[in-house]
């Protein structure tokens, strides 16, 4: 524990001027990071007595080891940074708002030629328009399938609409008219955007306008006797009308505004979003943090609306944001609100009529969403906490294994040999710590050495030492040692995930990589495996981190230097985490080593070709068909390729001249010698290219 007295700044040495700070601990890492209009005042208040501040606050200033600061011109711009530096750095000190899920989008791709509505997560893509968020997948689906009747976009992959338009035939939803079908020029590209941009238009609340057009075409065409259209017409403005009742009007005057309510408790808050275009609820979705610091309602407030339109500009930003609490000062925030907008953004609190109403109706979700929170995690962490128990029980450790890490070796026939490092922190999986290595083997050889027997106790006994010579290395570089013999380690081996020690610079205040040690190391695999991995911690001279193996056959976990062993109950919430453990550990492994042999496949004579990008690869084999009549080819021939020069022309023929032709095919029905097979090369797989199986020849390392 730090005195925050030891790393206090002199009088006068902080100005009176808007800024953020940060606060960094022991290794350099930013723990909090805040803002101020006068950080003079604002860090002052940091280094009084300690029994004034808040227990949270005592806790961050006597983790620090020391404070920082940036001066900026206003306060918008202090907002702006330390929304950046939040979001860099992931502070353990501030409060930083989870969602509760993946909320789905109704997303029509604008950037497209053909524009498609689709169900959309994640990120949001330039030049795509988002509806939403939703509470669910089914109720964008529910709302589509209503509206293509009416405006009948495509919805279709790049996939179905390539085969469509290969074919002449149109999907199923072309032939019930679901479908303008452009992939089969039913409709121009011109008028299908139009039609895109009119499914938007109504998605974005211009409802009204829209069903007063269609009910005077159903009047014009009664009156001329075309029943059939009339009817039709009929039935679309019923369409319609069934998809806006799924959201119900809950302001008459057909405003745009976020509604923002908070629900807190000592420990943790949560925060629900009403987004409401049109005076319906267009979406909906909520947040839950834990208060790690000393905070108000009108600072989480503050907090949720950085979260929010941090990355949102234009119409994403609503003209009237309606809060609980008002931010303190509550200017910069307005005007940082209008400038990612680009117009005029009323921020206040809604005082009476529906729109107080509304507020209400959002604040009971909060408190809902706050109390199922609540019952969800006592249960989680009374699991968790009873599943690292029983691990502790079983191994004799000496206490529960917090961190966890888990190796697994993967490979095919030999080739393409990786490992896999998952860690899992209290139970859950710590995905921004998972490493991957490439297995270098004797003299850089990716193959295992076949023949010599344990090929994979070997390359986990690589995996092992070269993680813990890093977590060494940086252990001896920041001077952390326990006791005063330092344990004699090569320097660090590098490898996928590894830079050297001196990329791990001290200022970036980020984690860095190995850094910090294990208690419990689980290897996917036996006794052999378990040998090797403890063999490789004693020969670094660490003998305080514990090893076990989870072999799958039985699920056993296997200890060092035990013949027989430990079996944990079938129902035992501890040998339920191990096997998580190890199965992220597999799934890990096996998509790297499923990528790099991929890689290997698709590689041909042309990917030696210095400078020559995929574009010009795809024209060559284009032109001529296949590599093996490229490499036939004269140097002028080549000339003719678009975008290929006489010096790359050279090039070309120089490599290919080079490399050794693939041997011939052989007909293995008959045996016949097929001479005019064609080499790999191109776009497509060909008759000589290698094809990649997954079973029964794809295995992990012995189990």
Known sequence: MADPSSYRPRPGEIPDSPGVYRFRDEHRRVIYVGKAKS????????FQDLAGLHPRTRSMVTTAESVEWTVVSTEVEALQLEYSWIKEYDPRFNVKYRDDKSYPYLAVTMNEEFPRVQVMRGHKKKGVRYFGPYGHAWAIRDTVDLLLRVFPV????????????????????????????????RISAEDHRELAEEFSDFMAGRTGTYLRRLERQMADAAEEMEYERAARLRDDIGALKKAMEKSAVVLADATDADLIAVAEDELEAAVQIFHVRGGRVRGQRG??????????????????????YGEETGDAVPREVL???????????????????????????PQRGDKRALMETVERNAKQALVLHKTKRASDLTTRSRALEEIAEALELDSA?????CYDISHLQGDDVVASMVVFEDGLARKSEYRRFQIKGRAGDTRLWHGEGQDDVRSMHEVITRRF?????????????????EPGAEGPSGGLGEPPASTLTEDDGRPRRFAYPPQLVVVDGGAPQVAAARRALDDMGIDDIAVCGLAKRLEEVWLPGDADPVVLPRTSEGLYLLQRVR???HRFAITYQRAKRAKRFRSGPLDEVAGLGETRKQAL????GSVKRLRSATIDQICEVPGIGRKTAETIAAALAQAAPAAPAVNTATGEIMEDREEPGQPTGSPGEPVATGAPDERRGQE
């Not at 950080?39 to 940091?46: C, F, G, H, T, V």
């Not at 008002?326 to 990612?340: C, G, I, M, S």
């Not at 084999?621 to 001529?624: N, S, T």
Request: proline fraction near 6%; glycine fraction near 6%.
């Open 323 to 349: 809060v609980p609490a008002l931010p303190d000062p509550v200017e910069p925030v307005q005007q940082w609100l209008t400038q990612r907008r680009g117009s005029g953004v009323s921020l206040r609190i």
């Open 154 to 185: 495509r919805t279709c992959s790049a996939g179905v609409f390539k085969n469509a338009a290969r074919t002449g035939r149109p999907c199923l939803l072309g032939y019930i008219d679901k479908c303008s079908a452009p992939c089969v020029d």
């Open 583 to 585: 199965d992220e550990a």
């Open 39 to 46: 950080l003079r005042q604002r860090l002052a208040n940091y």
């Open 469 to 485: 010579r890093r977590y060494l290395a940086e252990k001896e570089r920041t001077g952390e040692w326990t006791d005063g013999d």
């Open 287 to 308: 947040w839950v943090t834990d208060k790690v610091e000393e905070i108000t309602t009108a600072a989480l407030v503050e907090h949720a609306l950085q979260q929010l």
């Open 621 to 624: 084999i284009k032109h001529f």
């Open 401 to 405: 294994p917090l961190r966890i890490e």
